[in-house]
């Protein structure tokens, strides 16, 4: 996308974050992933070739109907939000529970709508500390966990993610 000189700088901060950052392009046909970074690769499993696709594929045939619903719904209203999904690892196939940091990168004339998305693989023990019921997302519970247990790394990851959400709206607005 454009800022094509600029986002290049951005890029190799990005490639060398300790945790997985992506970037998705809302306005373009099922939302492809444009960049997503080494530790996001680690995490997921993904390869080269996931790039130009929607995120999605890291679901496999797991059941994700409520975290869904609540992505669609705050892309569509352009507001920040974290669920909590399973997700399959694309390499050894393991099942591991992502919590996903959502935030909507706002629109200006002939730019892109981006979205950045950082995601935790969840530990065992964070894990059982939210008490997820089988099949089912509880949100509540999500946002206590993040209130909680997961401040830290939290704040570390949304001080970064703000920050690429920040760099790439200067640009669109250069654009
Ligand atoms: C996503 N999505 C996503 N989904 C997932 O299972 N694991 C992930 O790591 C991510 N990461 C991610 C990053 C960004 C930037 C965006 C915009 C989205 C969510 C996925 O792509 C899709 O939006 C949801 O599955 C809801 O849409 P559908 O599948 O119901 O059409």
Known sequence: FSGKVEFGKLQNALDKMHFAITISNLS????????????????TGATAE???QNCRFLQGDTENDAARAEIRTALTE????????????????ELFHNLLMLEHVG???????????????LLPEELNDMD???GQVRHSV???VADTILRTRLQRRRIASDTAVRLLQSWSIMA
């Open 78 to 93: 352009k507001r920040p939000t974290l669920v909590v999904l399973k997700n399959v690892h694309q390499q050894s196939g």
């Open 142 to 144: 999500v946002a206590q």
């Open 107 to 121: 629109v200006y004339e002939n730019a892109p709508e981006l979205a950045v998305g950082t995601q935790f693989g």
């Open 132 to 134: 997820l019921p089988d």
């Open 28 to 43: 373009a046909p099922d939302q492809p992933l444009v960049y997503f970074n080494p530790a996001f690769q680690t995490l």
């Open 50 to 52: 996931h790039l130009g």
